[in-house]
């Protein structure tokens, strides 16, 4: 079912989830639900904060069900499972929050790397505009290997150097 693919998105909302289900399964093959809530937030059929929750949990479910190919030839790398998610909502403290019984919206833009670490346990760093533009230089392949945030990224895990 639906639903049970947003577990955050169900403490957040009191959608009734057949009928969506139902307005949503003739779309489903053109848009992903978060992107269906997104464009329903731009109708103004549903509040902005919930299209982000749903972009949360499916990042979540994508993790926790994808296979991930880590580098092992020589480099530095950007963790393969890592997934970036640009909010206007603190969707992390949000939900933070929730799972302590108080629900609430938090507004406050940011960018929230979601990945796994190399144990295979899920991470969540919230990154910087320094951290940004190291990540875009790591993936384009021109590293800034005297980059002051280089070398608590990599301990963190999202960005792999490999000897």
Known sequence: MLKDS???????????????????????AYVTFPEYLELKAEEGDCSPHLFEIAYFDAALENLESGEFFFPDSPGIYLNPSACFLSFDHDILEMVKKAHDGEITVIERPNVLCIYMDDEGEVRFHELTTSELELLQSVEGGNIQSDHKDLSSLSRAGLILSIS
């Open 6 to 28: 947003f577990p955050h998105l169900q403490l957040f909302s009191d959608l009734d989830w057949d009928a969506v289900t139902r307005e949503y399964e003739p779309t489903s």
